[in-house]
Nanobody, 119 residues
């Protein structure tokens, strides 16, 4: 069974940095787009950043220039480097990926990792 597990969240002061990681497990034949979403309290889940199999990236306007998404295809892992964090970045961050397994392409979510930006 395919699983995504996030790590690296926590409490950080404004202006600080965090690096989120999302590791995959299970019988994976290949991974297409990998992405990070976030959901703040009382808000809808929103796309933060995405990266294709070929390495193309796109970002939400609110994080451009501060966040960087990357992936290690050999490890089937995706990262989110978050710099210059502001309180508005506080949210649960979710990993998402389109994964080929058992000849089927399905979309998977991680369980979420809390990021809190506060002094």
């Amino acid at each position: 069974q395919v699983q995504l597990v996030e790590s690296g969240g926590g409490l950080v002061q404004p202006g600080g940095s965090l690096r989120l990681s999302c590791t995959t497990s299970g019988r994976i034949d290949g991974i297409n787009t990998m992405a990070w979403y976030r959901q703040g309290t009382g808000k809808e889940r929103e796309l933060v950043a995405a990266i294709t199999r070929g390495g193309q990236t796109n970002y939400a306007d609110s994080v451009k220039g501060r966040f960087t998404i990357s992936r290690d295809s050999a490890k089937n892992t995706v990262y989110l480097q978050m710099n210059s964090l502001i309180p508005e970045d506080t949210a649960v961050y979710y990993c998402n990926a389109d994964i080929w397994a058992l000849r089927r392409l399905n979309n998977y979510w991680g369980q979420g990792s809390q990021v809190t930006v506060s002094s």
